[in-house]
T-cell receptor, first 114, second 113 residues
């Protein structure tokens, strides 16, 4: 089966600019996760969707980050405006059910904010 | 809040030796513990997992042990090979709650040939 797809793979922007990331989960997977992975650290959950509803967004900086999952399939994560500390790899993952099952990760988007 | 501590942050072993990575979790409701391997520039991939009703699980050269009382679990890799070199992440989650995965900070394993 096809894996989780993400685009773009790399993005370089100036601070205060906007950026958007796209994720296409594995077909049929109800749960979708966005993680932020800062260099040298473990993935930190930003937001979790079940179908098109938000399950957890407690660590999403809502003043600058937003995410949506249209029709319970693809998802976009947006940062507006970006700060230097947003430089990280943004990983999308999906799983067939919530909890207790493997999360399948995409290749990630490496964001550099200058 | 929930927290997962992982040690050591870096680990170097000679090829053929064993490697052990340890994680401690804070949320006593956690009942599922996956381990992910992330090679340089690649996505994390699940290598083994364990549920709270099991004390140990083994898959070829990889094993995971869980001590619920002490709230810690460990990854054991025997007969290490150069291709085992990667960053390993532990995680913990409560499958009866929001299923939020809390990841450890990672261990960079280097297997020296």
């Amino acid at each position: 089966e096809a894996g989780v797809a993400q685009s773009p793979r790399y993005k370089i922007i100036e601070k205060r600019q906007s950026v958007a990331f796209w994720c296409n989960p594995i077909s049929g997977h109800a749960t979708l996760y966005w993680y932020q992975q800062i260099l040298g650290q473990g993935p930190k959950l930003l937001i979790q969707f079940q179908n098109n509803g938000v399950v957890d967004d407690s660590q999403l900086p809502k003043d600058r980050f937003s995410a949506e999952r249209l029709k319970g399939v693809d998802s976009t994560l947006k940062i507006q405006p970006a700060k230097l500390e947003d430089s990280a790899v943004y990983l999308c993952a999906s799983s067939p059910v919530t909890g207790g099952y493997e999360q399948f990760f995409g290749p990630g988007t490496r964001l550099t904010v200058l | 809040g929930e927290n997962v501590e992982q040690h050591p942050s870096t680990l170097s072993v000679q090829e053929g030796d064993s490697a052990v990575i340890k994680c401690t979790y804070s949320d006593s409701a956690s009942n599922y513990f996956p381990w992910y391997k992330q090679e340089l520039g690649k996505r994390p991939q699940l290598i083994i997992d364990i549920r709270s009703n099991v004390g140990e699980k083994k898959d070829q050269r990889i094993a995971v042990t869980l001590n619920k009382t002490a709230k810690h679990f460990s990854l054991h890799i025997t007969e290490t090979q150069p291709e085992d070199s990667a960053v390993y992440f532990c995680a913990a989650t409560d499958t009866s709650g929001t299923y939020k995965y809390i990841f450890g900070t990672g261990t960079r394993l280097k297997v020296l040939a």
